[in-house]
C-alpha cells in the first residue's frame, strides 16, 4: 500500500532555475492538494486540484504551476525558482473536497 | 476566508501529565481534522471530526460546530507525543490549517 508519495524529497537548487516536484497517490482519490510549510506560517495551500484537468488556486499560488493530466499525480513546478521558495511542500489526497486528507512526506527544497 | 486559531502555541509537560488543545475556527465548517506533525516533519492523521466526540487510545478530540471550535485531549502524556498539533477546518472543499500548538513532553 504506497499510498502518496513525493519526489525527490530533497532539493537544492540555484535561484532561477526550473524545479518540478512530483507527487502521486495509489488511491485514485479525485482530490489533490500542494501545501508548502515555513516557520511562522503553518501549512499554506499552493493550488489544489478537484479532479483530473482541473485546478485550482489555494492562498500562495504566485510562481508555481501545477498540472493534473491523470488523477494520480499532481506535479508542482516553480519556473523560475527564489530564495523566498525555499520550504518543505507537501502533498496531499482526498477522496472528496471535504474528505480525510492524506499527507504525503514531504519534498525539502532550497533555493540558493 | 476562514480564520483558524489555536491554543496555546507552546505546552510543555511532564511525562503523565493530562493536557487540552483548543482550535477555533472563524466561520461555519464543513469538517474538521486533527494532525501530528513528529520530530521528523512526518504528518500523521489523528482525527476526522466533524462532530462529537472520538477517541483513539490515550487522545480524544470533540468538535462542537456550532459554536466553532474543537478540543483535542491528550491523557497520560509520554515523550513520543512531543511534536506540533495541527487543527484544519475546511472551508467548502479546501483545508485550512491553524498555526499549531508545539508540544514537549520530558521524562
Known amino acids: 500500500d504506497a499510498g502518496i508519495t513525493q519526489s525527490p524529497r530533497y532539493k537544492i537548487t540555484e535561484t532561477g532555475r526550473q524545479v518540478t516536484l512530483m507527487c502521486h497517490q495509489t488511491?485514485?482519490?479525485?482530490?489533490m492538494f500542494w501545501y508548502r510549510q515555513d516557520l511562522g506560517h503553518g501549512l499554506r495551500l499552493i493550488y489544489y486540484?478537484?479532479?483530473?484537468?482541473?485546478?485550482d488556486k489555494g492562498e500562495v499560488p504566485d510562481g508555481y504551476v501545477v498540472s493534473r493530466s491523470k488523477t494520480e499525480n499532481f506535479p508542482l513546478t516553480l519556473e523560475s525558482a527564489t530564495r523566498s521558495q525555499t520550504s518543505v511542500y507537501f502533498c496531499?489526497?482526498?477522496?472528496?473536497?471535504?474528505?480525510?486528507?492524506?499527507f504525503g512526506e514531504g519534498s525539502r527544497l532550497t533555493v540558493l | 476566508g476562514i480564520q483558524v486559531e489555536q491554543s496555546p502555541p507552546d505546552l510543555i509537560l511532564q511525562e503523565g501529565a493530562n493536557s487540552t488543545l483548543r482550535c477555533n475556527f472563524s466561520?461555519?465548517?464543513?469538517?474538521l481534522q486533527w494532525f501530528h506533525q513528529n520530530p521528523w516533519g512526518q504528518l500523521i492523521n489523528l482525527f476526522y471530526i466533524p462532530s462529537g466526540t472520538k477517541q483513539n487510545g490515550r487522545l480524544s478530540a470533540t468538535t462542537v460546530a456550532t459554536e466553532r471550535y474543537s478540543l483535542l485531549y491528550i491523557s497520560s502524556s509520554q515523550t513520543t507525543d512531543s511534536g506540533v498539533y495541527f487543527c484544519a477546518a475546511y472551508n467548502t472543499d479546501k483545508l485550512i490549517f491553524g498555526t499549531g500548538t508545539r508540544l514537549q513532553v520530558f521524562p
Open positions: 466561520d461555519s465548517v464543513n469538517n
Open positions: 488511491w485514485s482519490h479525485s482530490y
Open positions: 486540484s478537484a479532479a483530473a484537468d482541473i485546478t
Open positions: 496531499a489526497s482526498s477522496a472528496g473536497g471535504t474528505g480525510e486528507l492524506f
